[in-house]
């Protein structure tokens, strides 16, 4: 079994130690710099494979975009605030968590509606959870589009199930990655290097139902003009 060391920049931590010479004597089999999601899971992965491992971070708390803080009261993420797909103990995604925090990463379900509300001139349309009344909730605020919306969703489903051979080849050695290429990354690359804006520009001219489809973005951080279809997609 192997070991993670974390040192923080000052005293006031809540995960790791103060920086202290002391801590950095003997050897080390890998030294990660900064505690951030990579950082951290890099060193949780190598830490189960037996080797003894230094996390060096400058914030005086260890986590990255993990951080939450409070302010008048409230609390605010700095990053990650929802994660989809979880519910399903067996789905790649929660298993990938478990495998990496050794199960003891707990999750809290989101059980309100709607989780997310997408303002536009005035008027409000709810995100809510799950794919059916989703997919309802469009279609009352946009009756006339039912097959824009429909295509959309397709779409979106199509990014998640090609995902999994794109990024799968990723872990394949070089020579057979190269080998299986055509065969695991085209769907997903091809949707991955058009933008949002591109793809769904094509389902629909009602410039309102393409707002509210991406209205989102802010998650990802770049606006439909610039983001990749297929970041947006493994997001809904």
Do not use: C
């Not at 494979?49 to 986590?63: C, D, I, N, T, W």
């Not at 309100?112 to 303002?119: A, K, N, S, T």
């Amino acid at each position: 079994v192997g070991s993670v060391t974390i040192v923080t920049k000052t005293e006031r931590f809540l995960v790791g130690a103060k920086y202290d010479p002391e801590l950095l004597k003997g050897k080390y089999d890998a030294i990660v710099i900064g505690s951030g999601i990579g950082g951290l899971t890099t060193a949780a992965l190598l830490s189960q494979s037996g080797k003894r491992v230094l996390v060096l971070e400058r914030h005086y708390m260890a986590g990255g975009f993990t951080h939450a803080y409070k302010r008048r009261g409230y609390e605010w993420d700095v990053g990650v605030h929802y994660i989809g797909g979880l519910e399903n103990p067996r789905s790649t995604l929660r298993r990938l968590f478990d495998h990496i925090s050794e199960g003891r990463l707990e999750w809290a379900p989101i059980t309100e509606d709607p989780y997310d509300r997408i303002l536009i001139a005035g008027e409000s349309y709810d995100y809510v959870r799950g794919l059916e009344p989703f997919r309802e909730q469009m279609k009352e605020y946009f009756p006339s589009e039912s097959r824009a919306i429909e295509k959309y969703l397709q779409l979106a489903f199509e990014v998640g199930r090609s995902s999994r051979s794109f990024f799968s080849n990723k872990a394949l050695p070089p020579l057979l990655a190269r080998i299986m290429q055509p065969l695991t990354r085209g769907k997903f690359q091809r949707l991955a290097e058009r933008t949002t804006g591109e793809v769904i520009s094509e389902l629909s001219g009602d410039r309102r139902l393409l707002g509210v489809l991406t209205g989102q973005w802010g998650d990802y951080g770049l606006p439909p003009g610039q983001s990749s279809f297929a970041m947006h997609a493994m997001l809904v």
